[in-house]
Structure formats: C-alpha cells, structure tokens
C-alpha cells in the first residue's frame, strides 16, 4: 500500500488549507484513516480519525472546531479541512492507514507536505 499526501503551503493566519491523501493497494473504507502533525521539537500527534466502515470522525482537543476529516471511497482518497490556521499549527502532516488486508496487518505513512503559518 501507499498514501501519497498533497496541499501543503504556507497560509496566513486565519487562513485555510485542505489536505488530501490518495491511497492506493489498499481500500481507505476498509482502514482507519488518520491525520498526524509534528511541529519542530515536538512528538508526532494525531490530530483526526475515521473509522473504516462506519465513518466515525475524532479529534484532538487543539484543532477541534477547526478541521474536518472525510473520505472519498470513490477517489479512494482521505481529505483534511483546516481553517482558522495559527502559527502553532505550523508542523509537518502525516496520512496514516492502520488495518488488515487478508489478516495481515498494516501500517502506512504519507510522505508528510509542510504546513506553514507564519506568526
């Protein structure tokens, strides 16, 4: 399997970004999808989840409010919605897959696009 990440930038404060992750070799309704960050200096936090077959959504405490996470299956693709941008949300955004396909356990990472918010 892969995740290929997109939609990174530097966004003003306030701003907003979407960031997508396409997935391929394995089927996103069948995992669970999740969004991470790691600011410089900082441990990697996962900031949103959705569950595979019922698409439940979570979040984390610091960006609540302010993104959404959602799932095309027919693009096979996870998307992440971030508005309201602050400089403390300035970190490198990993796509995470977690599941099994024919009982084998799975783990990937997307290659993590930079999102900067300038102070």
């Known amino acids: 399997g892969r995740l290929v990440e997109s939609g990174g930038g530097l966004v003003q404060p306030g701003g907003a970004l979407r960031l997508s992750c396409a997935a391929s070799g394995f089927t996103v309704s069948s995992y669970v999808m999740s969004w991470y960050r790691q600011a410089p200096g900082k441990e990697r936090e996962v900031v949103a989840d959705i569950t595979g077959a019922g698409g439940t959504t979570t979040y984390a405490d610091a960006m609540k409010g302010r993104i959404t996470i959602s799932r095309d299956d027919a693009k096979n693709t996870v998307y992440l919605q971030m508005n309201s941008l602050k400089p403390e949300d300035t970190a490198v955004y990993y796509c995470?897959?977690?599941?099994?396909?024919?009982?084998?356990?799975?783990?990937?990472w997307g290659q993590g696009p930079q999102v900067t918010v300038p102070s």
């Open positions: 995470n897959a977690f599941g099994y396909t024919n009982y084998r356990r799975n783990d990937y």
